[in-house]
């Protein structure tokens, strides 16, 4: 999504741009610009097109509102909230409380709507600046929503790094050290000589993500491409292929891997600094 008024309450906490969980959204007859009562306060992102997974439905291009108050009466209109399901199993896909942001909208939207207009953010927004080299960050995936990890908390080299359910211990804390060419080393807090590596050198797909001592070989070193909202892809200076979370899994204990970019969520990870 990109926020298109940032002043008002429901929106002023978002950055500029921010993921949406999925859904299903409609296109109106109508242009809402051209309604003086309806204050538009987000809209698809022209970077996202095409949006949609059925041709005859998706969008390649245009202009499509989500969120808007109208001056009116005191309200908020949100065009989302279908989240994705198999219907053969009666089975829920997604959740429509998958992205923070749009949380953040929807937590914000209801402090000004019950009058409290003035509530801060929970959490500072997300900055797309340079990455500190000194802070250490949980690094979470926007699929699943959970934490690089390194596994039980190991070590050694050759532990596997994994995703998992976040909780703010040192196996889950990483640290963005320049190398040179606008590559970093990712160091781990547990132990800070060891950096995310892909294993053997491989530049295949799958090959699986460890701890490893740095010896400053290419195969350690990432370079961290900003997609804006505080999300980042990490590029493997060896392969050029991305961090990933295989077949876009969102259960614990599953290893980490190096896969072709390709713009997914499983490809996308969050930087948050902590403590």
Known sequence: MRADNRTHAATRNLPATFGSSISEWYSWSNDLRQNA????????????????????????GGYYPLVWSNRQYKMLYANFGHNAINYSTNTGLSSTFD??????????????????????????????????????????????????????????????IQQYACNGSAAQQYQFVSTSGGYLRVNNRTTSAQVLDVTDRSTADSAPIQPWSYSGGNNQQWRAESEGGGYYRLVNRNS???????????ADSVQLIQYTCNGTAAQSFRLVPQA
């Open 99 to 160: 992205s923070e942001q749009q949380n953040r909208l929807l937590i914000d939207g209801l402090h000004w709507l019950a009058g409290a207009s003035t509530v801060p953010p929970t959490t500072p927004p997300p900055s797309d600046g340079p990455i500190s080299a000194t802070a250490w960050h949980t690094v979470v995936n926007r699929g699943s929503g959970k934490c690089v990890d390194a596994r039980a908390a190991g070590s050694a080299n050759g532990t596997a």
């Open 240 to 250: 050029g292929k991305c961090l990933d979370v295989p077949a876009a899994s969102t």
């Open 37 to 60: 009562t309806i204050d538009i306060l987000a809209s698809v992102d022209p970077s996202s097109f095409p949006v949609g997974t059925d041709p005859n439905q998706s969008w390649y």
